[in-house]
């Protein structure tokens, strides 16, 4: 077997950032040894429609497959295409307003521009409770509701309306981010619930969309009641083999929270997490800060046995097969879809917040602005 082949072995299970809004040479090398399953785009990559969407066509054709082409596009503060458009509503814009049409015009606008730009996977919907939208669990504004019924009957609108644009959609962050009092980007949370408190709240959101999410992902919680050991939740084969795969029967595919944040970055080396996150029964691991590591982790995981690797490869393939070709680019068709973003922020906000501008708007020249 030769180097590159091993390194492409491994390499299958990871979805990479990269570090800006070009290939460069670095990037490039790594890629095309490694062959990451996808990427994974930021606000750091993203700074004109048209230079996205070549980004994401350049990307693309450095790998010899159709990839997973991934973004958090869940609205409000988690819209990674405010950078060049207008900001949509959150989900609690959304849930506060109650109107499930409005859910589904947003489920169908954002798969519309997703797929403007060539991506075919949207990391979304967030799945976790808003019971309290001032923690500091990494949460706020992003939860479509305050109770299971209401989370799972908005959630669903959402992704229900974005698939059949083509785009597919990911549940998270199981088990749950809900009553964790520290955000994970920072540090490593506990998750102070017992099996029989979680199945009778905020799992419910997950068990009754398991059949419509097309992937779930886990985020880092340390759960004693889950596992004693006090491994984090997606480096936990309690967690997701135990609980996903056994007992909830759960055969699609299983995604980590980012590994480069604090409660996995600041406890492991980035090669461990990620051997330790494949055995735990997880299938693609996010590296989306540091993928100059990828030459390792890739190296690591290529070494692991056929009895870890080949049911993880198989659920990749299996989802891959569903992955959206791109669709054709202009700056028109932007413009049309980025007008009606802005209705539906209007028709879902009061007039104070639908006019305050984003980010973007902020820095855009008069000309520019539509």
Known sequence: ???????????????????????????????????????????????????????????RELLP??????????????????QIGIEPPSARDLRERGDLSLVRRHGTLTGQLLRLFGLNWNLAPVLDLGVDDEADNSLRNRCYGRT???????????????RAEGVLSCGKHFPGYTFVHVDPHETLPILDRT?????????????????????????????????????????????????????WRYSGLIVTDDLDM?????LYALPDAAELALRAGNDLLLICHRPQLGWEVAERLSRLPD????????????????????????????????????????????????SLPTLNEAKRSPVETF
């Open 65 to 82: 497959f159709r990839p997973f082409l991934a973004v958090d596009q869940e609205g409000g503060r988690v819209s990674r295409l405010r």
């Open 307 to 354: 009895s870890i690797r080949t049911p993880a490869e198989r659920r990749i393939e299996t989802l891959r097969e569903r992955l959206a070709d791109p669709l054709p680019f202009t700056f028109e068709q932007f413009v049309n879809v980025d007008i009606q973003v802005g209705r539906l922020r209007a028709d879902a906000l009061s007039r104070e917040k639908a």
């Open 148 to 162: 299971p019924d209401e989370v799972a009957r908005f959630a669903a609108a959402f992704l229900g309306s974005m």
């Open 195 to 247: 099996p029989l408190q979680l199945e009778s709240e905020e799992w419910k959101p997950f068990r009754e969309l398991l059949p419509a999410c097309d992937s779930l992902m886990v985020g880092h919680v340390r759960c004693p009641s889950l596992d004693p050991s006090g491994a984090p939740s997606s480096l936990s084969p309690a967690v997701v083999e135990g609980v996903l795969r056994q007992q």
């Open 262 to 266: 604090g409660a996995i970055a600041n």
């Open 1 to 59: 077997m030769s180097d590159a082949l091993s390194l492409a072995d491994g390499g299958k299970f990871l979805i990479l950032g990269i570090p800006g809004p070009e290939v460069d040479s670095a990037t490039r090398e790594l890629v095309q040894a490694i062959r990451p399953s996808g990427f994974i785009f930021f606000s750091r990559n993203i700074r004109s429609p048209e230079q996205f969407r070549l980004l994401v066509d350049e990307l």
